[in-house]
């Protein structure tokens, strides 16, 4: 069974501070893809990472996929109360069309102004 | 476009009583998945179809059916509702591209209470 874990469960934090969430498995995975998610709403593609080490940017939030491609991490510069919600990653196992996405248990993430 | 849609919103059941829960997209998508969250387990695939007349099982499929009868359509049927199946569940769609790097576009989900 392939397993994500992501660290911390929950954030809270004031507003300005700088955050990490970490995606961790032993598993080698096709892509990684982080969520957010407001409460009462479906999940929101925020990115996706797909070369080991790969590093992209959205904003104040850089993503960057482990070497091995086994782990993330989600960093948030300067954050703001608009950042609060449950961001989630999400591991792709296998390419062709019916390939799964693994997702581990989500950060909840408050920020305070 | 509307995107992935999911009625109910809300619903109560009681222990024993069946539903079906209607999800459609109008994105012309050839996928489409149903998952449950629970708190502190993410969400898990319980049923996908790649296509219409095309279904398979995911991660947690007991107690849950599907049918794809249109590629617009995907309903999920809980035969006999348990207090096990309280949960949030979302319907999921995406393209028949390269799955690693098509995006999952998710309803608003459906939240269901069995006591």
């Known amino acids: 069974t392939q397993l994500l874990e992501q660290s911390p469960q929950f954030l809270s934090i004031q507003e300005g501070e700088n955050l990490t969430v970490y995606c961790n498995s032993s598993?080698?995975?096709?892509?990684l893809q982080w969520y957010r998610q407001e409460p009462g709403e479906g999940p929101v593609l925020l990115v996706t990472v797909v070369t080991g080490g790969e590093v992209k940017k959205l904003k104040r939030l850089t993503f960057q996929f482990g070497d091995a491609r086994k782990d993330s991490s989600l960093h948030i510069t300067a954050a703001q109360p608009g950042d609060t919600g449950l961001y989630l990653c999400?591991?792709?196992?296998?390419?062709?069309?019916?390939?799964?996405?693994?997702f581990g248990q989500g950060t909840t993430l408050q920020v305070k102004p | 476009n509307a995107g992935v849609t999911q009625t109910p919103k809300f619903q109560v059941l009681k222990t024993g009583q069946s539903m079906t829960l209607q999800c459609a997209q109008d994105m012309n998508h050839e996928y489409m998945s149903w998952y449950r969250q629970d708190p502190g387990m993410g969400l898990r695939l319980i049923h996908y179809s790649v296509g219409a007349g095309i279904t398979d099982q995911g991660e947690v499929p007991n107690g849950y059916n599907v049918s794809r009868s249109t590629t617009e359509d995907f309903p999920l049927r809980l035969l006999s509702a348990a207090p096990s199946q309280t949960s949030v569940y979302f319907c999921?769609?995406?393209?028949?591209?390269?799955?690693?790097?098509?995006?999952?576009?998710f309803g608003p989900g459906t939240r269901l209470l069995v006591l």
């Open positions: 999400a591991g792709a196992v296998g390419t062709s069309n019916t390939g799964k996405l693994i």
């Open positions: 999921a769609s995406r393209r028949a591209g390269y799955f690693p790097q098509e995006t999952q576009y």
């Open positions: 598993s080698v995975f096709s892509s």
